[in-house]
């Protein structure tokens, strides 16, 4: 019996994994995003589709410590002054959009003719976004930090917080409720303040100290299990003074955030934290009641239009008056039009008081998963029903007419110092570039940046690359700097151009293009940089010029070898570190050979007479 058991859940162990790994690189690769590729795992294999399991809600549990592990180590990237900086964004932004989206939800259950406390809790319960969700899609995007991704970050923030007063206020508007006596919500509240004050106090006394401990002990494995326990051991504090898990795995991440153990920790918890966070989509999936969505699919589809337009347009309308732009107050509405996981703990403690029964219940969870699924969608349909936002051309001109000897293409930090010898030396330079920021920013400094992009043939034409007698590739993306170079050597095949490689691959392909020069950007730095290491060791400087000229003589090699042969030729022009001995000489000998007796005089005198 124990042999079968054990069995069985190796089963649904195998079973999670292989849904996971099927089912993420499809969606990915159809551009859906890996959020619901988990989703529509979890639902083929739960216990409304394959029903390989039963019970989704014991795997829920454990998959929600994803979710407290995501947000321990967005705290690590927020320190305590970063997060002080955001406290308007919070308790400003975050309140106000909060508060409309509860108003506008409550008015939607209102208007369907439910009482005004079914109403309000399933309103309340959708207004809280998926964390989840919402911070990985930032994450994938690489938005977390530019300001954007901060203000959805600071609303995130304050849902979390708000649960509490949630929770209190479903029990006040449970049945009986009212009797809970002002001492009894005091005690709640003040135990909560506790809570965080004592979490902070610990994070701030004790845990650097711990960590310093354990890190002169010298076992790894010690400060892996010393940092979950960190990370559960706080969100287990927040869950039982009523707080949410996520918000004391947060605190611990950003009293952790300026520790010299930050990067260690980071390192520690992210392999559990991706698992995890996966398991915890796939447990959402598997929560879809089909059941109940069939048997109300009016009602379900009703309301899950109905909640995701509203809370968009709430968003939307709060993000405008806050002076957001369009674009982005857009995307955030759509981002954040879902509800969340913790509408999951709302609904079953509406459920388990009385204000709403075990069918509004599952009813209600279903549009909330049904709301997170759409959102990849959505956020899918928004990028391509919307055009990219024009920049302003306002204050910057607009390459036309230029009659420059020179031309340089692309004018950051490359072209910049490119320019200085031309300039210095009297030369009329032209420079364009595409990046309007950059443009005015080069004013400030006394360039004149032209406005036009050089992957365009008429721009080319407007900036004077046919007048000029040389042209500077210096722009920083590997395809465009080909594709310049392609159109002018066919439209203007006497110009001279010079070009910047962003690698090895880029600079065989320019050649190929027909540069008359290429540089790869790292190169000579690098080689000066190693080169001063030899001289900081104490090597004699005229042996290091000759170690680095050796060092151009092989690169030089190789590189013909790879026009010749491709790109993974040349091989045995590398010197690597492992000892593998060189079968034949490699470079061109340092000093030139003499004869030492007057027989061999004479044969190397006869040698050279041939040659």
């Known amino acids: 019996m124990a042999a079968e058991a054990s069995s069985s859940d190796l089963v649904q162990v195998v079973a999670l994994l292989a849904a996971g790994v099927v089912a993420v690189p499809i969606f990915k690769r159809m551009g859906l ?29 454990v998959a929600e410590l994803g979710v407290v592990m995501f947000l321990f180590i967005i705290g690590l990237e927020m320190q305590p002054s970063r997060l002080w900086g955001l406290r308007r964004e919070i308790f400003g932004l975050g309140a106000m959009q909060v ?55 600071s609303i995130l923030l304050l849902e979390d917080l708000m649960i509490v007063p949630l929770l209190a206020l479903i029990a006040f ?69 009523g707080l949410s898990m996520a918000m004391g795995a947060f605190l611990a991440g950003v009293l952790l955030s300026e520790s010299t153990f930050r990067h260690q920790l980071e390192a520690d918890i992210e392999p559990f934290r991706g698992i995890l966070l996966g398991l915890f989509f796939l447990a959402v999936g598997m929560s879809l009641d089909l059941g109940v969505v069939a048997h109300n699919w009016r009602l ?41 996981e913790f509408a999951f703990v709302l609904y079953s403690s509406a459920a388990a008081v009385g204000i709403i029964d075990g069918q509004a219940n599952a009813t209600l969870t279903a549009i909330v998963i049904i709301s997170m699924v759409l959102t990849p969608l959505a956020i899918v349909a928004l990028r391509y029903l919307t055009p990219r936002d024009e920049q302003s051309l306002d204050g910057v001109d607009i390459a036309d007419g ?37 443009i ?53 095949p006497l110009v001279t151009i010079l070009a910047r490689a962003f690698d090895r691959g880029t600079a065989l392909q320019l050649v190929r293009a027909g540069v008359d020069y290429q540089l790869r950007e790292t190169f000579e730095s690098a080689l000066v940089f190693g080169g001063s290491a030899l001289e900081a060791l104490g090597v004699d400087p005229e042996e290091v010029a000759e170690v680095m000229e050796d060092v151009r003589r092989r690169d030089e090699a190789r590189f013909e070898t790879q026009l010749a042969e491709g790109v993974r030729a040349g091989q045995r022009f590398l010197k690597g570190n492992i000892g593998t001995p060189i079968p034949t000489p490699l470079t061109q000998p340092r000093r030139a050979g003499r004869a030492l007796n007057e027989e061999t005089a004479v044969v190397l005198n006869k040698a050279e007479a041939k040659n």
Not at 115 to 131: E, K, M, N, W
Not at 327 to 333: G, K, T
Not at 458 to 476: E, K, T
């Open 440 to 492: 005015q920013a080069a004013a400030d400094f006394g360039f004149k940046v032209y406005y036009g992009d050089g992957t365009r043939l008429d721009i080319l034409h407007a900036a004077g690359a046919g007048r000029a007698r040389a042209v500077l590739i210096c722009v920083d993306k590997p395809d465009a700097a080909v594709r310049i170079a392609q159109l002018i050597k066919a439209e203007f």
């Open 99 to 153: 508060g409309v989206c509860a108003v506008l939800l409550t008015l939607v259950g209102l208007a369907g003719g439910f009482p005004i406390a079914q109403s309000f809790v399933a309103g309340a319960g959708f207004v809280l976004t998926s964390t989840a969700i919402v911070m990985q899609l930032l994450e994938e995007r690489g938005e977390i930090a530019t300001p954007k991704g901060q203000r959805i970050v």
């Open 300 to 340: 379900v589809a009703i309301y899950v239009v109905a909640y995701m337009v509203m809370k968009a347009a709430g968003i939307y309308v709060v993000a405008r008056i806050l002076k957001s732009g369009h674009r982005e107050a857009l995307e955030r509405a759509v981002v954040m039009a879902q509800g969340g």
């Open 173 to 241: 508007l449970a049945p009986g409720g009212a009797e809970t006596s002002l001492s009894e919500r005091l005690t709640e509240v003040g135990i909560g303040i506790a809570a965080i004050v004592g979490l902070v106090v610990a994070g701030r006394y004790l845990l650097n100290p711990l960590f310093r401990i354990l890190a002169d002990a010298r076992a790894r494995e010690v400060m892996t299990a010393a940092a979950l326990l960190v990370v559960l051991g706080s969100a287990l504090a927040m869950q039982l003074s």
């Open 402 to 438: 230029l009659t420059g000897s020179v031309l340089i293409i692309g004018f950051g930090r490359f072209g910049q110092i490119a320019s200085q010898p031309l300039l210095l030396r009297g030369l009329d330079v032209s420079i364009i570039d595409n990046e309007v920021e950059m």
């Open 33 to 61: 995003g890996s959020i619901l590729g988990y989703l529509a795992a979890g639902v083929v294999i739960g216990p409304f589709g394959l029903r390989i399991f039963s019970e989704s809600e014991s795997i829920l549990h």
